[in-house]
């Protein structure tokens, strides 16, 4: 008997002694497992020889509480740590990296376990599971707790610490510099929507997008006047929206964000950000060019572009004509053409209109008046070096070719197949008509390019003998050239060229081969 009221004492004390332990900061312990993690996530990847890695969303109950964002600060400060790593770490969700580490939060009974998973993104494949546990206590209920609302706020649920917030009380938003800028983790809950105020240091171009796995929309405001500037459903990755704005500094913006639909709901991140390179142009310090006379006798200026990035180009004009600008390298551009005295005043834009993926823009300009083009990537993620060359295509117009006239299926000049011709377009409005015979059955190629370059917008359509219309042209051959291939009996056959520029700025070649 005494030795069982010995025993009831000592059983309370080492329960006591649980009770204190358990309800000590948890914070050791999550370290402890974290950088138990991060070793075991190091093996495999230093054993798949991995390159990019991100670090993802650890969600509880579909949501991102402070405990998950503690648990992924600290595993991506261990990895950064881990000496002698091969691959690089990227900031936030990233398209680029080969591998994803993410997880999910469970309850079970008074348990906290962490379910980490290794995922290939190539193909999702799941090539490591790791999970660690902790024993819930008044400090972890904490860092997995929501702030619960109500009232006329984004939700009246209140699924993540942020809420409430509202038009007239939004959640205040540090643009990054960077596509890999730091993610706000947010939730959506039916009928919920987020808002988001971002407020520009300096003028250029303003990225806000989500990152995710759910349908999310997005608004962009003037928050001060209640302009709706833009919207967007998909334009991100996957089912993530994207919006990119010019945007003024000082100005004050709002981001709202909702599920596609009101039943929509789940975690996802926001990120805003604008890219400003060191050294680089922008709108108050751009690059001043001077502007050429002919294809021939114009330089072309090298410039490297970044993911995000923008290119600034300033011309003066010492004459009224139409101007030429074009970018030329591999990667794809796009560019704007500005009234350089205001931002708001876009007179044009061109994503494809030069050779391959580059941008070409024609437009009459004013002498003395200053004009700023703008070049960029056509998506976000485009990088890499191309060129810009803005010039006059020349005094005057194209004289008329040797064939001239040739405007009517009448008067249609003859060509050789085997052997090319050359030809003008002497005004934006010239038809040519040409005739051909063939006295062999075969398939047969019939171009017309540019005499200097294939950036003559050229068109071609085929008629036979009775002219009735055969087959038609337009950007077949390389960039904007027209290009034919059909088989062809015996018989005469006619051919309408055409130039959709509206200026024609160089001659053409027709060729009619056989294959």
């Not at 249609?412 to 002497?426: C, E």
Request: glycine content about 8%; proline content about 3%.
């Amino acid at each position: 008997m005494k030795r069982f009221l010995i025993f009831i004492p000592m059983f309370f004390l080492v329960i006591c002694t649980i009770f204190s332990q358990n309800t000590e900061s948890p914070v050791p312990q999550m370290d402890e497992a974290v950088r138990t993690l991060a070793r075991n996530i190091h093996a495999k990847l230093s054993e798949k020889r991995a390159e990019k890695i991100s670090i993802g969303q650890f969600t509880y109950n579909e949501s991102i509480p402070p405990f998950s964002s503690y648990w992924v600060n600290q595993l991506i400060g261990e990895l950064t740590n881990i000496s002698g790593r091969s691959y690089i770490i990227l900031s936030g969700s990233s398209s680029d990296a080969d591998w994803t580490v993410t997880g999910e939060i469970v309850q079970a009974a008074d348990i906290i376990r962490i379910y980490t998973r290794l995922i290939r993104s190539s193909d999702r494949a799941i090539e490591g599971s790791f999970n660690s546990s902790f024993q819930r206590n008044e400090h972890i209920n904490d860092m997995i707790s929501y702030a619960a609302v109500s009232g006329n706020s984004s939700s009246g649920s209140g699924r993540d610490t942020r809420e409430p917030d509202s038009w007239e009380s939004p959640v205040i938003f540090a643009i990054g510099t960077s596509p890999n800028s730091t993610v706000m983790n947010r939730t959506i809950t039916d009928g919920d929507e987020d808002f988001f105020l971002l407020v520009p240091e300096r003028d250029g171009r303003l990225t806000v997008e989500t990152t995710g796995s759910i349908d999310t929309y997005m608004y962009l405001y003037n928050y001060d006047t209640d302009d709706e500037l833009a919207s967007n459903d998909d334009g991100g990755q996957g089912s993530n929206a994207r919006i990119v704005q010019n945007v003024r500094s000082g100005t004050r913006y709002l981001a709202v964000v909702r599920g596609y639909s009101s039943s929509t709901t789940g975690a996802y991140g926001f990120r805003a950000y604008m890219v400003f390179r060191e050294g680089g142009s922008s709108w108050e310090n751009p690059h001043s060019y001077e502007i050429g006379i002919g294809e021939d006798n114009v330089t072309t200026v090298n410039r490297t572009i970044q993911s995000g990035d923008e290119e600034f180009f300033l011309l003066l004009p010492d004459r009224d004509g139409r101007l030429v600008m074009e970018t030329t390298g591999r990667i794809d551009t796009y560019m704007e053409l500005y009234n350089a005295g205001d931002r708001d005043d876009l007179l044009d834009e061109n994503d494809d209109g030069g050779n391959s993926y580059n941008a070409r823009i024609r437009y009459n300009v004013r002498s003395g008046s200053r004009y700023m083009v703008v070049v960029r990537g056509y998506g976000n993620s485009v990088s890499g070096s191309f060129g810009f060359r803005a010039y006059f295509p020349g005094q005057g117009t194209l004289s008329p070719d040797e064939y001239e006239t040739d405007d009517e299926p009448s008067q249609a000049k003859a060509i050789v197949i085997g052997t090319p011709q050359q030809r003008t377009f002497h005004t934006g409005n010239d038809v040519d008509w040409v005739s051909f015979r063939v006295t062999q059955a075969g398939r047969y190629t019939i171009q017309a390019r540019g005499a200097n370059s294939n950036r003559l917008d050229t068109y071609l359509e085929l008629f036979d003998d009775n002219l009735n219309s055969i087959a038609e042209d337009d950007d077949g051959g390389d960039s904007l050239s027209s290009r034919i291939a059909t088989r062809l009996n015996t018989g005469t056959y006619y051919l309408k060229v055409w130039c959709l520029d509206e200026e024609p700025d160089q001659g053409y070649i027709l060729s009619v081969e056989a294959q």
